[in-house]
C-alpha cells in the first residue's frame, strides 16, 4: 500500500509583505485537532472561501441551531469585520434526504387520509388503536405491543418508569444522553395517542393533534406505495416553507445572509457528473443502482480516510445514520464496512431523478461535496457545522472530494484547509435535537421572551464557539449581567455626550462643570491607557481561536476600571473614545441589529419617542424637587413654569398624564407648606409607580441628573425579587403575631382553672388552706423538696388565673 498522505496539508506560504499584513490569527482546526495559523489560500491573502452545512428544512429550527450558526455568524464577522478579510461565505440547503421525505411524505399521505373522513368514525378509532399498538411494537419493546390505552399509563410507568425519573436506559447508574431523551419522546408520543383513544368521544382536531404521531409512521406503511419519484411537489412544499421560515430566524438573530445558496434538489445532474467521475477515478462501484464509494481503493492509492475523527471509522451507529435507509440493506456487497453510499437508487414512496445507474436520489454527503466544489473550486479555506457532522458527513465529504479531483490519493490536493466544528446546545444532558424533540423553537424563545437575539448571542460569546453549551440558571444570569453592564455603560457615555452636545450648543459659549475642571496628566491617561491595554488584549483573544470568552471579559474588565474613577477625573474626551470602541466592537460581534451608522451605544436604550416631550421635562422638574427638598425645603416659584393644570386627560396619552398628574401633585403640595418628605415621596411614586408601568426608569445619581432608561428585565427581576423579599418579611411577621395571638390564648386559657382548685385532685389526700397538697393519695406528707415544687407551680397559676380574671372584668364593663 501507498505511503498514506499528511494528516494536514499547511497553505503555502505567503511572500514576505501578505505574511506581513496578516494578523497572527491560529484557528482550532478538526483536521489538525490543534490551533494552527490561519493562512488564506489566496496569493495576497485577503480572500477566504467558506462552505458552510445548512439546515435540513423539515421543521422549525431550535436554540440548538441558534447555537450553530449565530457561532458561526459570529466568527464570519470576525473575519471580515475585524480582521478585514474577504470572504465568500457559500450555504446549503438540503432539501431531500431521508428524513425530509419520510416527513413530508407522512405529512402528505395523513392529511390526505384525515380528509377522507367527516368525522371520528369507526375507521378512525380502528386505525389509531392499530397505529398505538404498531407505535409501541416498534419502539418501545419493554411493553406488550397489544397494551390497551386503558392500562397504557401503568404498564408504561412499570417498564421505562427508571428512564422518567432520570435513570439511564440499562439503569445501571450510568448518566442518561440521547437514548433516554428518545425513550422519553416515544412514551410521550404513545401516551398522547392513549389519551385521545380514552377520550369518550373524541374530535378530528383531538385525532390530529394527539394521534399523529402514532398515524404519521402507520398512514405512511399503508399508502407509501401510492407516492411515484415523480411526485418532487410533496416535498418542495414542505422544504420550500421551512427553508423560509429558517432565514426568516435566522433575520431574527442578527445571522447575515449567506453569499451564496445552493440546494440539492437544483444541483441534480451536476451530482450525477460528481458521481461519474469519482467512479472513473477508480473509487466508486455499483449495486443494485445505488453507488458506493470504495474507501479500500482510495487508501490503496496512497489517501487518508476518516481524517477528522479515525477513531469513529469502524462506529456502525455512525455509520447507519449516516446512510439513513440505506442501513437496513445487507452489505455483504461491500468492500469495506467504511463504504458509505454516492447515489441511492430510489426505493417506494421516494422522489427520484434520472442517473446511469437508474432512477435515483443523491446520497447525503455528496451534495455538499459537489455543490461546494461547484461554487468554490478544487481547494477552498473553511468548512464549517455541528460538531456531530465531523464524522460521517464531513469525513466523507473530504474522501469523496479529494477521489473526484485526483487520479490517486497520494497526488490529491487538500480538499478543504480549516474545518471549524461548533459545540452542542445540550438539555438535560441531552443534544438539543429534532429528532429527540426535546428543543425549544427559536421562535417560541423569542416571542415568549425567555430569549432577546442580543441576550442569546451573549450566551454564545461568553462560551468558546467549539465547546458544548448546557444553559443553566448560571449561564443566564452571566448573560445579563454582561448585558447590565454594557446598557449601564453606554447610558453614561450617552449622558456625557449630551452634556457635550449642550455645551456646544451654548451660544455664549460658556463651559461649566466637568468640561471647566483641570486634570493632572495621570489622571487623563489612567483611563486612556487602560482603553489601549484593552484594545490589544481584545485583538490577542480573536487571534486566539476566536477567543471570545475573553475578549467580552476585556470589555467587562475595561467597563468595571472605568466604573471605577470618579466621573470628575475622567475627561469627556477620553470617555466618550471609550465608548465608541465599545460600541464598534459590540456591533462587530453582531450585538446590536438595529446599528445607525456614528450611533454610540446599541440600540435599545431609548424610551419610545412619543414619551421624550413629556417625560424629559417630568424627569428635570423632579430633579428639582428632589435637589430643594434634599436641601430642606421646596420653593415653588423656583422650579419653572408649569403646564396648564386644567390639562384634559387621554387613556392614549400616558406619558403626557403621567407629566401632567406630577405637576399638580409638586402644586398640591406646594399649597400645603409640606414637608420635604413629602415632596421626595412623590418622586419616589412616580419613579417607582407611574413611569414603572410605562416601562420607563430614572436612575438617580448623586449630584447629576437622573438617567432615564427603559426598564430592562434585570431591573424588573431585582425589584421582583425586593418584592417578594418584602411579602416574605410582611408573612413572617404576621404568622409571628399569629402565633404570639394564638399563644396568648392557650396562656390565658390555662388562666381560666384556679390556683385554689389546681391541685384538688385524686393525687391527693390533703390540702391547707391556700389549696397545696400535703399528703399523697396513700396518706404519707409531702417531702420538703415535692412542696417546694408545687409551691412554684401554684404561684404561676395564681398568676395566669388572675390575668384571667382581669380580661374577664374587662370584658364585662
Not at 396 to 419: C, I, P, R, T
Not at 658 to 672: C, M, P, T, V, Y
Request: glycine share 6%; aromatic share 8%; charged share 25%.
Amino acid at each position: 500500500m501507498a505511503t498514506a498522505q499528511p494528516q494536514w496539508q499547511p497553505p503555502p506560504t505567503p511572500n514576505e509583505s501578505v505574511r506581513a499584513r496578516l494578523p497572527q490569527l491560529s484557528v482550532y482546526n478538526s483536521l489538525t485537532r490543534s490551533k494552527t495559523p490561519f493562512v488564506p489560500l489566496d496569493g495576497e491573502g485577503r480572500k477566504v472561501g467558506w462552505y458552510a452545512c445548512g439546515p435540513t428544512v423539515y421543521d422549525d429550527s431550535h436554540l440548538g441551531h441558534a447555537r450553530n450558526y449565530v457561532s458561526t455568524d459570529i466568527i464570519r464577522r470576525i473575519l471580515s469585520d475585524y480582521f478585514k478579510f474577504d470572504v465568500t461565505f457559500v450555504m446549503n440547503i438540503t432539501d431531500v434526504d431521508d428524513k425530509i421525505i419520510l416527513a413530508a411524505r407522512q405529512q402528505h399521505l395523513l392529511s390526505q387520509w384525515l380528509a377522507e373522513h367527516a368525522t371520528v368514525d369507526s375507521d378512525i378509532r380502528d386505525t389509531t388503536t392499530k397505529a398505538f399498538h404498531a407505535y409501541i411494537e416498534k419502539n418501545l419493546p419493554l411493553v406488550a405491543h397489544d397494551t390497551t390505552p386503558h392500562d397504557w399509563s401503568h404498564l408504561a410507568n412499570k417498564a421505562y418508569g427508571h428512564v422518567l425519573k432520570g435513570q439511564s436506559l440499562a439503569n445501571d447508574g450510568s448518566q442518561p444522553g440521547d437514548k433516554e431523551a428518545k425513550v422519553k419522546m416515544h412514551l410521550r408520543t404513545a401516551g398522547s395517542a392513549a389519551e385521545v383513544l380514552l377520550g369518550s368521544d373524541p374530535s378530528m382536531q383531538n385525532i390530529t393533534a394527539k394521534g399523529s404521531g402514532v398515524l404519521l409512521p402507520y398512514i405512511d406503511s399503508l399508502r407509501k406505495h401510492t407516492v411515484t419519484g415523480k411526485d418532487h411537489d410533496i416535498f418542495t412544499i414542505l422544504t420550500k416553507r421551512y427553508e423560509q421560515r429558517f432565514f426568516d430566524d435566522m433575520a431574527a438573530l442578527n445571522v447575515r445572509s449567506p453569499d451564496q445558496v445552493t440546494r440539492v434538489t437544483e444541483y441534480g445532474p451536476q451530482i450525477v457528473d460528481f458521481v461519474k467521475q469519482i467512479e472513473q477515478n477508480g473509487f466508486a462501484y455499483e449495486n443494485e443502482g445505488s453507488v458506493y464509494y470504495d474507501t479500500t481503493s482510495w487508501e490503496s492509492t496512497g489517501g487518508v480516510y476518516a481524517r477528522l475523527e479515525p477513531w469513529n471509522r469502524n462506529d456502525k451507529e455512525l455509520q447507519q445514520d449516516g446512510e439513513g435507509s440505506l442501513s437496513t440493506k445487507k452489505t455483504g456487497f461491500k468492500k469495506s464496512g467504511a463504504d458509505f453510499a454516492l447515489w441511492k437508487a430510489s426505493k417506494e414512496g421516494e422522489p427520484s431523478w434520472e442517473s446511469p445507474w437508474g432512477v435515483g436520489r443523491p446520497g447525503w454527503h455528496i451534495e455538499c461535496s459537489a455543490m461546494a466544489s461547484d461554487v468554490l473550486g478544487k481547494q477552498f479555506d473553511i468548512h464549517s457545522g455541528g460538531i456531530d457532522l465531523a464524522f460521517p458527513h464531513h469525513d466523507n465529504e473530504l474522501a469523496q472530494s479529494e477521489a473526484y479531483w485526483s487520479k490517486s490519493g497520494k497526488e490529491s490536493k487538500q480538499w478543504v484547509n480549516y474545518f471549524l466544528h461548533m459545540g452542542h446546545l445540550s438539555i438535560q444532558g441531552s443534544k438539543m435535537s429534532k429528532s429527540l424533540k426535546n428543543f425549544t423553537t427559536i421562535r417560541e424563545a423569542i416571542a415568549k421572551g425567555d430569549w432577546t437575539p442580543r441576550g442569546l448571542r451573549i450566551v454564545f460569546l461568553l462560551g468558546a464557539w467549539r465547546d458544548g453549551l448546557e444553559i443553566t440558571g448560571e449561564v443566564i444570569k452571566a448573560g445579563r449581567a454582561w448585558e447590565d453592564k454594557v446598557d449601564n455603560l453606554f447610558l453614561k457615555i450617552r449622558d456625557v455626550q449630551l452634556r457635550e452636545e449642550r455645551l456646544r450648543s451654548n451660544k455664549n459659549g460658556i463651559t461649566n462643570g466637568i468640561n471647566s475642571l483641570t486634570f493632572s496628566d495621570d489622571e487623563i491617561r489612567a483611563v486612556a491607557d487602560e482603553l489601549e491595554v484593552a484594545k490589544h488584549k481584545f485583538r490577542d483573544a480573536l487571534c486566539d481561536s476566536f477567543d471570545t470568552p475573553t475578549a467580552m471579559r476585556v470589555i467587562s474588565d475595561l467597563i468595571t476600571f472605568y466604573n471605577s474613577q470618579k466621573p470628575s477625573i475622567v475627561p469627556d474626551v477620553i470617555a466618550m473614545d471609550l465608548g465608541r470602541w465599545v460600541t464598534e466592537m459590540v456591533v462587530m460581534l453582531g450585538l446590536d441589529a438595529n446599528h445607525k451608522p456614528g450611533q454610540l451605544g446599541w440600540s435599545g436604550l431609548e424610551i419610545p419617542e412619543a414619551a421624550k416631550a413629556f417625560v424629559i421635562p417630568l424627569a428635570q422638574l423632579r430633579d428639582k424637587v428632589r435637589e430643594q427638598a434634599k436641601a430642606g425645603g421646596v420653593d415653588i416659584t423656583s422650579l419653572g413654569r408649569f403646564d396648564d393644570k386644567d390639562t384634559i386627560y387621554s387613556p392614549n396619552q400616558p406619558y403626557a398624564n403621567a407629566n401632567a398628574d406630577f405637576q399638580r401633585k409638586i402644586i398640591e403640595l406646594g399649597s400645603q407648606s409640606a414637608q420635604p418628605k413629602d415632596f421626595l415621596a412623590a418622586c419616589d411614586h412616580v419613579r417607582d409607580q407611574i413611569l414603572w408601568k410605562l416601562d420607563i426608569y430614572l436612575e438617580d445619581r448623586d449630584g447629576l441628573p437622573a438617567l432615564i432608561r427603559p426598564l430592562s428585565q434585570s431591573l424588573r427581576e431585582e425589584r421582583a425579587s425586593k418584592d417578594a423579599a418584602v411579602a416574605s418579611k410582611a408573612a413572617a411577621k404576621e404568622r409571628a403575631k399569629i402565633d404570639a395571638e394564638a399563644a396568648e390564648k392557650k396562656k390565658l386559657d390555662q388562666g381560666k382553672l384556679s390556683h385554689l382548685d389546681m391541685f384538688r385532685t385524686s393525687e391527693y389526700s390533703a390540702w391547707d388552706s391556700d389549696g397545696l397538697p400535703t399528703h399523697d393519695v396513700s396518706g404519707a406528707e409531702i417531702a420538703k423538696s415535692r412542696a417546694k415544687k408545687l409551691r412554684k407551680d401554684y404561684d404561676r397559676q395564681k398568676k395566669l388565673h388572675e390575668t384571667w380574671l382581669g380580661t374577664q372584668r374587662a370584658d364585662s364593663v
